[in-house]
């Protein structure tokens, strides 16, 4: 469930960073598939520094807590200075990685949409019979992102466990 979730969440998020054409030509849309596949790459590059960059600074933070949200809350509930400073801190990394994560995904958002939108578009007003190859190709495209997708979420998951 997990995994079907996150191929789902990266493809409402992404596509190419092309503006938002919609195209009811079939050729053009591929390419715009193969492109947004392309975009993908970037994306999860930036996505996994944003991620990265978090963790290395969670870490940092709770480093005089065990490593432990749950030891900070514990010390800051104490009222403790130091421990307060710290979950503000904490907080406030991740408000920031929320808001680069949002900033990135959004300069995604519109052209996948538009591309969808042609997809849904294409297989309707055409024959099946005339569809067979296309279909193939954007599935191929399809199954690319879906491996980029779970590539980077297993290398997310080991920043969470390192």
Known sequence: ??????????????????????????????????????DMKSYYESALEIETAFYASQKEILADYGGK???????????????????ADLRNLELGK????????????????????????INQLNDSKDLKEWSKAIEAEEKIQSDLADKHYKAVDKLRKD
């Open 1 to 38: 469930m997990k995994k079907l979730f996150a191929v789902l969440f990266a493809g409402v998020l992404l596509a190419s960073c092309g503006g938002s054409s919609y195209t009811t030509d079939k050729e053009e849309a591929l390419e715009m598939k193969k492109s947004q596949t392309e």
């Open 69 to 87: 949200e749950s030891t900070l809350m514990k010390k800051a509930k104490t009222k403790d200075e130091k421990a307060l400073e710290a979950l």
């Open 98 to 121: 929320r808001r680069d994560m949002d900033a990135l995904s959004r300069k995604y958002e519109d052209s996948h949409r538009a591309l969808s939108q042609s997809i849904r578009d």
